[in-house]
Each structure stands twice: as C-alpha cells, then as structure tokens.
C-alpha cells in the first residue's frame, strides 16, 4: 500500500509540474507512450500531429465553435483594405493579429487574391501578376506567418456545382454536379482555351514562382479542378487526373511546390485515396480537404456526383486518415464543402457552422483512433 501510495503521489506531482508549465491543453498535446497491448512503437500525439483547421473569414461564426473545439488554424484570406494592395505588409499584419486575438493562427491562404485569368490564361499582363504573386507570398511569410498558399489552375470558371439544395440525409441540403446541366452554355469572352496553352502557362508561372518559395520556405499548394471534367464553357481542364499531378509535380520538382489533397476530387477521378496518399507522401502533400462524395455517373472521371456527409460517402475515410498517418503528415487539415443542416440558412452552400461541427468531431474520433492503434513495428 506504501509503495502504490508513493508510487500516485510521483505520478501526482509530475502531471502538477507539467501543467503548471504549459497548462492543461498542452500537458495533453505532449506524446504519451502507447499501451503495450497495441504493439506499436510510436508514441500518441493529440489528433494524430494534423494542424485542425477551419475555412472561415474573421467575422465567422465559426470562431467561437473553433475555440471551444480545439480547432486553431483558420484557412483565411487578408482582411481587405480599399486604400491597399492585399500584398501590402500592413494588410498582412492587420489580419494576423485579428487572427491573433481570437487565438487562432493564420495557417494557410486559399485562394490568392493576386493569381488569377491573367497567369492562368498568359495574357499581356501575366508578368506584372506574377510579380505581384512573390510580393504577395513573401510578405505572408515576413508579417503573417503564413505556411501555405493553396492555389488553382481553374481559370475564368473555378468551382462549380449545377445545384446547391439537393435533398441528403434526413433533409439536409448538398450540393451536387451533373455534366449534362453544364452543356450547351456559350462559350466564355475567351473562347476556346485548349490544354496545351494552360500547361504553357503553369510551366512558366511555376518556374518564375517556386524559386522564390524556396527562398522563404513557402509550401505552394495546387488544388484540383472542381469538378475535374474535361471543359467548361470551353475553358479546358487539365488538373482534373493523377497523371497531370503527376506531370505536374515534375515540371518544377521541389519539396515546395505541392499540392492540396482534395479527397472528394481525386476519388471522383478513380484514385484510391489511402494508396494516392502513401505514394506522394507529405513531401508532396502540403494541406488536405477531408471530404467525402458519391458519384452518380458510373464513369471516371466522373461526371455526376454529390457532395454528403463525411461518413457516408465513397472513400473510406478511416483508411485515409490511417494513411496520413503512416507517412507524418503534420499539416493543416479542414472538412470541405460540407451539407447545410436543420435550422441553417443556405447563404453559404458547403460552407455552414452545424455541418463542419458534425465533420470535425467525426475526423477528430479518426485521428484519435489511429494515433493510439498506430502501425505495429
């Protein structure tokens, strides 16, 4: 009894030193020794070592869920100001320490406000966007602090979706693709754009940019087309197969030149996510969307497909997030385009509060349960 007593009150005043030291959130994210039961020689790290993250501007009513759920990374643009540039370092000061304030760190720009038609279809003032794109990059590095830029290659067009309120789950809204519903619109003011001209073009924004992330440490990350068909309005697509990724990933070949693993897209390409994802490894993989679909086209790529809840579609989501942590992936992580729930508006289709709450707790109970099963060995 002496020996077990002595035994709780060593064990009592290393957990009171620990939290006295970095409190109780911390005492909990440190590794902790696995149980010999599971075999496994690696240690448990809160949430698998994944950087939660949601995609959420300052002004969302996402934060005080993202507090309170431990979620505190915000995938976020600059707040913008009319007298500057977004790449101004003033801008990019002003929105890290909003982020600040709330307790969250500003991880990973979505979206640059300074690539856009321009680079992507190399008009006359492609240049002058390109350097605007370094400037932009590097101040987000010096005064935000920021780790990744998650970028596309979807000129005019960018995400698209035929319907936005179909019926899901118990009544939930989704939103939803269908080729067919795409057909038949005129072309855009730029006509055909052929697939040739944007691998042109991606080559020569990748080799003027991705020197310079490799100078400040900046992890480019490009999206996959959304849907992932082969043309919109005439505008092709190219980043719509693993093999392009591929072919783009040796165009420039750096550790800083990644990309983004939007499950939904590359499962709607005919990819096996778990596999796809050992296979790059998070050398490549810099930021990852965690969601879910179902295709309803029985082709690939696919061509008609919805968007569902994170436990009912067709990847197996338990073997992902298996897989991110077989290779270390310590990156940022959000749930993407997510269904509107019971009592929401639909202002922001895949977007809302309820369903990203519904999806963190879901990959949270994935994350915890590889971490402490592990790999045996």
């Known amino acids: 009894m002496k020996d077990n007593r002595r035994d709780f009150l060593k064990k009592s005043a290393s957990l009171a030193a620990v939290m006295s030291v970095g409190g109780i959130s911390s005492a909990m994210s440190e590794p902790v020794e696995k ?20 995609s959420m501007g ?15 990374h915000a995938v976020s643009g600059v707040i913008r100001n009319p007298d500057l540039k977004p790449w101004d ?12 304030k709330e307790g969250i760190k500003w991880t990973v720009v979505e979206g640059p406000p300074t690539l856009g038609s321009p680079t ?6 492609k240049d002058e966007e390109i350097s605007n794109f370094i400037t ?28 936005m309120d179909r019926p899901g789950r118990g009544g939930a809204l989704m939103t939803a693709f269908d080729y067919e519903d795409m057909k038949g619109k005129p072309l855009t003011e730029f006509g055909e754009v052929s697939k040739e001209s944007l691998w042109k073009n991606l080559e020569y924004f990748l080799k003027a940019v991705v020197p310079e992330a490799e100078k400040i440490g900046m992890n480019l990350s490009l999206h996959p087309d959304d849907p992932q068909v082969d043309s919109i309005q005439g505008i092709s697509r190219i980043m719509n197969t693993v093999e392009n990724f591929d072919r783009m990933l040796a165009l420039y070949p750096s550790k800083f030149s990644g ?4 499950q939904g897209n590359f499962s709607l390409m005919g990819a096996d996510i778990p596999a796809l994802v050992r296979r790059w490894g998070k050398d490549k993989i810099n ?12 082709v690939l790529p696919s061509t008609k497909f919805t968007e569902c809840f994170h436990d009912e579609g067709q990847i197996d989501m338990y073997e992902a997030m298996q897989a991110y942590y077989d290779i270390g992936f310590n990156g940022p992580l959000r749930p993407d385009h997510v269904p509107t729930m019971f009592g929401e508006t ?12 519904y999806a963190t707790g879901y990959i949270r109970g994935l994350a915890e349960s590889v971490a402490k099963n592990g790999r045996k060995g």
């Open 120 to 125: 992507k279809l190399g008009l006359a003032n």
């Open 346 to 357: 639909n202002e922001r289709p895949g977007y809302m509060t309820l369903g990203n709450l």
């Open 136 to 163: 932009f990059m590097k101040n987000l590095k010096q005064y935000g602090d920021v780790d990744v830029i998650c970028y596309n290659w979807m000129p005019v067009i960018s995400w698209a979706r035929t319907q």
């Open 259 to 262: 990309l983004t693993m939007c």
């Open 89 to 100: 370092p003033k801008v990019i000061t002003a929105t890290k320490e909003a982020w600040e």
């Open 35 to 54: 149980s010999k039961k599971t075999g496994s020689k690696r240690p448990y790290v809160k949430d698998a070592g994944i950087k939660f993250a949601f």
């Open 58 to 72: 300052i002004t969302s009513p996402k934060i005080p869920y993202a507090r309170q759920m431990g979620v505190l």
């Open 287 to 298: 930021f990852v969307h965690f969601r879910s679909v179902q295709d309803l086209s029985g």
